[in-house]
């Protein structure tokens, strides 16, 4: 029955959600085509003309953003859960987000326990991981140190902690993240990230802690429960 509860939950979330993503999807969809549209006019000029295509390649960007953020959790999945060994998938999200981190000059440290395994759809776990660590690393747009690490808990759990020495939040601030839509980063934010992070952590039976300092940085603290093969062999 509790099960059965959860899952309808799931299910209104997601379609609530599915229902605005689609929406600001639409938006910047709506405009690049706009703005092509007034590319077809041969007789503009050259500064209008880069102008129009720098516009509609933010747009694109935009909506592109949105997805990354977001569609991986509303996407129907098969909804299998598997055995995710956590050191080996952090690496893989690590290694997705290198670019990104060099772009702005971050430094990603790592210190990953081997040997730890959770239970959880692996595609959720990476846009779990990669929101987190891209919000770090939009926190230090001037470039600065990542740490990621994981490590065993004495209750059966796994820790995994991303730190960033970033802009911080302030307490307001910290007391809205996960909020649907908030973001302090005006058209470059979707304010979905954190959510989908705060959903996605939840379906695993784990709990997330989050420490700001403003100029200072941010650690956030996940705890999953480890995976128990006796248990789940019976
Ligand atoms: P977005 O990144 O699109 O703004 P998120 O849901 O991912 O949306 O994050 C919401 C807000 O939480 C961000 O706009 C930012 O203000 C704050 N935030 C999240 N992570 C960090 C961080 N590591 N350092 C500072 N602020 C953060
Ligand atoms: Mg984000």
Known sequence: LHKAVLKSDKIEVVSQLAASVSHEVRNPLTVTRGFLQMLKDPSIDEEKRLYYLNTA???LDRAETIIK???NFAKPQSNKASLISVKEEVEKALELILPYANHFS??????LMAGMNISGETVKFHQCILNIIKNGIEAMPNGGDLVISCREMANNHVSITIEDTGCGMSPQQLAKIGEPYFSTKAEKGTGLGMMVVNNIIQEMGGTMDVKSKLNEGTIF???LPLYDTEKRET
């Open 69 to 71: 953020d977001y569609l």
């Open 221 to 223: 603290k996940i705890t």
């Open 57 to 59: 390649i933010d747009e």
């Open 106 to 111: 971050v430094n990603i440290k790592k210190d």
